[in-house]
């Protein structure tokens, strides 16, 4: 049963009149009427606003009556994509073109100031779709994609309101004037700048000069973003309204210390960026791609409690496309398609491993996790979790669907996959292999649950290592985080074995 049928006994016990109107829609027997404000018709449903609030209408069902019905044969696709200004224009135009290049349509590019593409029949010119985007603050975006303003936002935060599907990565790194004798700062002393309890650069090991802080204006998506990670608000900033007069101020101010995406850096210099146990944390494409760089962000399509219309629904399905992670790593950011690279070739994570076992941690331990990673490689996809629970993050369950779809599409002939677990340090070293061999479980589970028919050959393995490879310090709850997570290791499996 539709919605049209659903409210079948609201429409006979109350009456139409006086309510605004431009289509009327009416069940192919006559029987029930509904006037109503037309929102959208994607070829499939059409979308009202009813006095009984948005419906989703079957197409098939009703006869359109009215000056706003569509033409039936041919609809015009509306995609109507609001967010952050510079996320929006850096990553959408060439995106819009790719999917346009995709679906084999004609388009004009998504450019300033109209900020809308048009997508086109070439051989008779007629427009399919309209693809629009508006640049607002989060609130407002918000706003618009709950009440049917918009299809699709771009957001640095997932939302448990909305629906959400990754399109890109960005690392946000610590930058200084050029000319700033600091060159590298660890998390924590960031994380207490940027809170407001250093306040001198010879706090940090600079000359006795203030510290002044810049950042983005509060109701900024990456702000706001920002403040999430750092678990609490950040210390008065002199605001900016854009990256790039943000990288102009720092690069002019031999004392300001800001956070910046990497595609803001500008004439600034980008220091390094260690953790208080000496571990370094670079953004290289794997670490951020995995999300081991803990200053990395998703870039989320937010998607409202409603369905979405067909070009929307393809657009959405085009970013696990290469040609989409093409256009999203030509950008500047980076894409979300799968980095593989030799275990070996990592070996400052079995250094570090080394270097800070723990008491229970045995030799033979580390000769188990040695003899796994000298044969095997590493695939960027990694799983962590929500504070206190198996449950997987919105980036993890992302990573999961793209895992499903690789798994289905043969992309791991001959090979041999295996999910690696590993915990923080904190507990009992018996208890730190369960939890890990617990969350690999649960991601081997819900892959299951994605793809049920697929057979148990071609599913991964697991192997827990609990507290054995810290990738951060476990002294901070960020770093206890990043270590608490399932990686995806792959181990070619040759003729004969």
């Not at 098939?60 to 967010?83: E, F, T, Y």
């Not at 219309?309 to 799968?338: K, N, T, V, W």
């Not at 980095?339 to 800070?356: F, K, N, S, Y």
Request: aromatic share 6%.
């Amino acid at each position: 049963m539709n919605v049209f049928w659903a409210v079948a006994i609201w429409a006979l016990c109350f009456p139409f009149g006086g309510f605004a109107q431009d289509v009327t829609l009416t069940s192919r027997n006559g029987a029930l009427a509904i006037p109503g404000l037309l929102q959208g018709y994607d070829g499939e449903v059409f979308r009202l606003q009813s006095r009984y609030g948005l419906l989703t209408i079957d197409a098939a069902g009703v006869i359109c009556d009215g000056p706003a019905c569509p033409d039936l044969n041919a609809p015009k696709a509306k995609i109507r994509i609001v967010g952050e200004a510079e996320i929006g224009q850096a990553l959408l135009p060439a995106l819009i073109t790719s999917f346009a290049d995709a679906l084999g349509l004609d388009h004009s590019p998504m450019q300033l100031p109209e900020n809308t593409a048009l997508l086109s029949d070439p051989i008779t010119q007629q427009v399919l779709a309209e693809i629009s985007f508006q640049a607002l603050p989060p609130a407002a975006a918000k706003s618009a994609l709950t009440e049917g303003r918009a299809e699709l936002m771009l957001a640095a935060i997932a939302d448990p309101d909305f629906g959400s599907k990754a399109l890109a990565l960005e690392a946000l790194v610590p930058i200084v004037a050029p000319d700033n004798p600091l060159g590298a700062i660890s998390t924590v002393d960031l994380a207490k700048a940027l809170a407001g309890k250093l306040n001198n650069w010879q706090e940090l090991g600079g000359p006795d000069m203030p510290l002044v802080l810049h950042g983005l204006e509060a109701d900024s998506d990456l702000q706001r973003a920002l403040t999430a990670r750092l678990g609490g608000s950040t210390a008065p900033i002199i605001p900016h309204s854009s990256l790039k007069s943000l990288s102009q101020a720092v690069a002019k101010d031999p004392w300001a210390l800001a956070i910046t995406g990497r595609n803001g850096i500008g004439r600034a210099k980008q220091l390094a960026l260690t953790d208080s146990c000496g571990f370094p944390l670079s953004p290289s494409p794997l670490a951020i791609k995995a999300e081991d760089y803990p200053l990395t962000l998703p870039v989320y399509f937010l998607t409202p409690r409603r369905r979405l219309p067909l070009m929307a629904r393809e657009l959405l399905e085009f970013l696990a496309q290469p040609s989409a992670q093409a256009a999203i790593a030509a950008s500047g950011y980076s894409d979300r398609s799968p980095e593989r690279q030799p275990l070996v070739a990592d070996g400052a994570r079995l250094m570090t491993a080394l270097a800070h076992a723990g008491a229970e941690t045995s030799l033979a331990d580390l000769q188990q996790l040695a003899a796994v990673m000298q044969q095997a490689d590493r695939l960027s996809l990694t799983f962590r979790f929500r504070d206190g629970s198996n449950d997987m993050d919105a980036s993890a369950q992302n990573s999961l669907a793209d895992l499903a779809r690789l798994i289905e599409v043969d992309g791991f002939a001959n090979t041999k996959l295996i999910l690696a677990g590993f915990s923080d340090g904190t507990g009992g070293a018996a208890a730190n292999r369960a939890l890990a061999q617990a969350r690999a479980q649960a991601v081997l589970d819900a892959l299951k649950t994605l793809i049920p028919s697929t057979p148990e050959a071609k599913l991964p393995s697991i192997a827990a290592f609990g507290e054995v490879l810290p990738i951060a310090c476990d002294k901070t709850a960020a770093g206890r985080r990043l270590n608490r997570r399932v990686e995806l290791w792959l181990e070619p499996v040759f003729a004969g074995r």
